[in-house]
């Protein structure tokens, strides 16, 4: 609580100066966050329901050379005690830039999922330094290559990377190609961390529908070692009344991904519809069947982001 409490005076101190100004300049700071609430059931070879609350509480300085972003994170679970927690900080500055191109760093932690790009793996937290090159050629191609060194534990240096390469608009097609590598670095008493992952991903845009295929594979082992996710993401969100659809098979290997560092099926299909039940309010509903264990998952969850 103390910390939260830290936290919601320093919004304020940033905040403060921007309200008061009787000529306000342009806005560079921003308040943000959201409240959720998630009833999840599960039945086959076994049964369990939860419920779960969370909200956050964020702020974004930004300008054109510089900015930062930080975030902090209540959840409870099924009642009981809430934990809070510094769910992002970093800061960025902008290197480079010219016509084309630009480089440009941030240092911090964030979500892994905010970075990078997959239904399987990116389930934690990158506390390292994430470099960023862009290139854009509206004729062309725009390329986006990024990532960098991340601290897993400091104490028993432990270091670990990760990179990803993006193109856009390949030979002038609505289609994306996504390359990305992980390196966990495993020490030689953690094999937890005996990972090296590959993933190639491709998206093709038809209209308001687009289509989407990846394939992954872990370096490090010769066998049992592969996955991969198909499916399709449709409709976006912009005003009430909106609902965007994702249905995906997905199927991973024992040996593809590190058990604290996944995320998704291991062999089924998920479905999830989102729909925009005010301007600022969803209703989503997820429903996964796992074929390997007979085993049914129902979420609904109401999010509320301003």
């Known amino acids: 609580?103390?910390?939260?409490?830290?936290?919601?005076?320093?919004?304020?101190?940033?905040?403060?100066?921007?309200?008061?100004?009787?000529?306000?300049?342009?806005?560079?700071?921003?308040?943000?966050?959201?409240?959720?609430?998630?009833w999840h059931s599960c039945w086959g070879d076994i049964e369990e329901n939860s419920f779960n609350s969370s909200a956050t509480l964020g702020c974004d300085y930004l300008r054109d050379q510089v900015w930062g972003s930080v975030k902090m994170k209540a959840i409870t679970h099924n009642g009981r005690a809430s934990n809070t927690y510094l769910d992002k900080a970093y800061l960025g500055y902008k290197i480079f830039e010219n016509e084309q191109s630009k480089v440009e760093v941030e240092v911090g932690r964030n979500k892994l999922d905010a970075m990078f790009d997959s239904k399987m793996q990116f389930n934690g937290y990158f506390n390292g330094a994430h470099f960023i090159y862009t290139f854009n050629d509206n004729e062309f191609v725009n390329v986006v290559f990024h990532g960098g060194p991340h601290v897993i534990d400091s104490e028993n240096?432990?270091?670990?990377?990760?990179?990803?390469?993006?193109?856009?608009?390949?030979?002038?097609?609505?289609?994306?190609l996504k390359y990305s590598f992980t390196d966990w670095n495993a020490t030689r008493f953690d094999y937890i961390f005996a990972y090296s992952?590959?993933?190639?991903?491709?998206?093709?845009?038809?209209?308001?529908?687009?289509?989407?295929?990846?394939?992954?594979?872990?370096?490090?082992e010769t066998s049992k070692n592969f996955g991969y996710y198909i499916g399709f993401h449709a409709g976006k969100i912009e005003k009430k009344g909106d609902y965007e659809v994702d249905l995906s098979f997905q199927c991973r290997k024992e040996r593809l991904l590190s058990p604290f560092d996944r995320k998704g099926l291991k062999k089924g299909v998920e479905a999830k519809v989102t729909y925009a039940l005010e301007e600022n309010l969803n209703i989503e509903a997820l429903l996964a069947r796992l074929d390997d264990l007979d085993r049914t998952h129902l979420e609904i969850q109401a999010i509320y982001k301003w």
């Open 197 to 220: 992952i590959s993933q190639i991903t491709a998206y093709y845009n038809f209209g308001k529908v687009n289509f989407y295929v990846a394939y992954l594979h872990n370096h490090k």
């Open 1 to 38: 609580m103390k910390s939260f409490l830290l936290f919601l005076s320093t919004f304020f101190f940033f905040a403060l100066p921007v309200f008061a100004e009787e000529n306000p300049q342009p806005q560079e700071i921003y308040l943000h966050g959201d409240v959720r609430t998630k």
């Open 157 to 176: 240096r432990h270091y670990g990377w990760i990179a990803e390469m993006q193109v856009r608009n390949v030979a002038r097609k609505p289609l994306t």
